[in-house]
């Protein structure tokens, strides 16, 4: 079986191509059928005064995404998608395809999301969803790379990892358990170990906000560096996020262009990054008629209000201890803040990526824990990485889905998953 990204390097021979009616026109004397097998696109053409009465037939009874088997001469043919076509010679019916419910027309987008089974098939889905598993095999070979060792954190966990407000709870044999927030912790407690590592899987938030942004499932990569500091985090930010939009210009072409993505905005996208800390992003924030009170996190439109200072994204740092996690280091030279940075992206698509240098004194790290009023008995593990030989150490966690729908150019995450999860949505 041939596939059809290959067809170029056979012009004259015969081949066998499977897949599925990507769409029909049928004539009196001709039918061409667009098949796409997942490698690509291909027009099978059917002379009717060329092959048997049976083989028309069939031919004209296709239907949109029936899967068939077909063989025939590749040809050129300049204006046929991929530069190729198929003499179309034989053909069978592999599975019928009835009333298919996604037409070549607009549908909404709730609908298309309750078919995103189908929708999966369609072109600027696959394109979005390629540029997905690209930048995961970017994530692990930058990684990989670079000695980080991958380390799979747990999925069903008993210690809150980010903050109680977005809590997946079941029942775990009696006990309460959580959805995993982050894996973190897990990887602070395996730096020890093997001093470069990271985790790179589902991550699940009780998000009850219906924004273009927000998941209740989403990928998170986190890497972990021990004997890294703020800065020395901030630098590998800025080199890992500028592999991987590197890798999709390279790589992607095809995808990007069906996305209709504007790519001179990530040929931009060079180190260095500007950075800014928190504090003075405020005071530019209410000199230009913001209402942001220090001590507040950014909302959505403050870091779109940020990110359009410039023209790549930007690190905004040191933020309000009130405003982050317990397991950030307080920042010795004000230690209202801790040593911490948001990465957002350009365009007004937002945090992409939060890291910080990690609380490694056991003293401060208890007082933040009774402070946020978390249980201190399930984090007695956590704090054993302060009590036997601790050491400065920093990660952050990249976002993919918020990631690619920047780089995709995208207006929702959700069209960067295959199957997204929503407040409102489980199925299918
Ligand atoms: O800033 P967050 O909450 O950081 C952490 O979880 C740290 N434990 C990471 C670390 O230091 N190891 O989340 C990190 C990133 C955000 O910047 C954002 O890109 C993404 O995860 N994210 C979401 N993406 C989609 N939907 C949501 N509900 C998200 N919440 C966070
Ligand atoms: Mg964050």
């Known amino acids: 079986m041939a596939e059809v990204r290959d067809l170029p390097r056979h012009p004259g021979e015969s081949v066998t191509v499977s897949g599925w009616i990507d769409a029909i026109r049928v004539h009196a004397r001709v039918a061409f059928l667009a098949l796409r097998d997942g490698t ?19 031919a004209r009874s296709l239907t949109q995404e029936g899967s068939v088997e077909l063989t025939g001469v590749v ?54 969803l390629r540029v997905r598993a690209e930048v995961e095999q970017a994530i692990h070979d930058f990684l990989y790379e670079r000695d980080f060792v991958r380390v799979d954190t747990p ?164 933020y309000p201890a009130g405003a982050k996690a317990f397991y950030m280091k307080e920042n010795p030279e004000e230690p209202r803040t801790v040593l911490c940075n948001d990465l957002l992206a350009p365009e007004g698509y937002g945090e992409i990526i939060g890291g910080s240098q990690r609380e490694d004194d056991l003293e401060r790290l208890v007082a933040r824990i009774r402070a946020d009023g978390l249980p201190e008995e399930a984090y007695g593990w956590y704090l054993d990485v302060r009590r036997f030989g601790t050491f400065p150490h920093s990660g952050f966690g990249l976002g993919l889905e918020r990631t690619l729908s920047w780089i995709a150019g995208g207006s929702h995450v959700r069209e960067l998953v295959p199957f997204p999860r929503l407040l409102n949505r489980l199925t299918p």
């Open 75 to 128: 040809r050129p043919d300049e204006r046929a998608p991929g530069g190729h076509e198929i003499a179309v010679s034989e053909l069978a019916l592999v599975g019928r395809s009835e009333e298919y419910p996604i037409q070549p027309k607009e549908h909404g987008v709730e609908f298309l999301l309750d078919h995103r089974h189908l929708w999966l098939r369609s072109s600027r889905q696959r394109a979005g």
């Open 40 to 58: 690509g696109l291909v027009q099978g053409v059917v002379v009717r005064s060329e092959v048997p009465d049976e083989l028309w037939a069939l």
């Open 155 to 318: 999925i069903l966990t008993g210690a809150i990892g980010e903050s109680a407000g977005t809590l997946f709870e079941t029942d775990y044999f009696g006990q309460s358990a959580y959805l995993a927030q982050t894996g973190q912790l897990y990887l602070e407690a395996a730096c020890p170990a093997f001093r470069k590592v990271y985790c790179f899987g589902p991550t699940f938030r009780a998000e009850k906000s219906k924004t273009r942004r927000h998941l209740t499932e989403f990928w998170m990569v986190e890497p972990e560096v021990a004997f890294a500091d703020s800065d020395d985090n901030m630098a590998l930010q800025e080199e890992f996020v500028c592999h991987l939009v590197r890798r999709v210009l390279e790589r992607c072409g095809d995808e990007l262009a069906t996305l209709g993505r504007d790519t001179a905005v990530l040929e931009a996208v060079r180190p260095p990054f500007p950075r800014i800390s928190y504090t003075e992003a405020v005071e530019r924030l209410r000199e230009s008629g913001s209402e942001i009170e220090w001590g507040r996190d950014l909302g959505a439109a403050e870091e779109s209000a940020v990110s359009s200072w410039f023209d790549r994204p930007v690190f905004v740092y040191n």
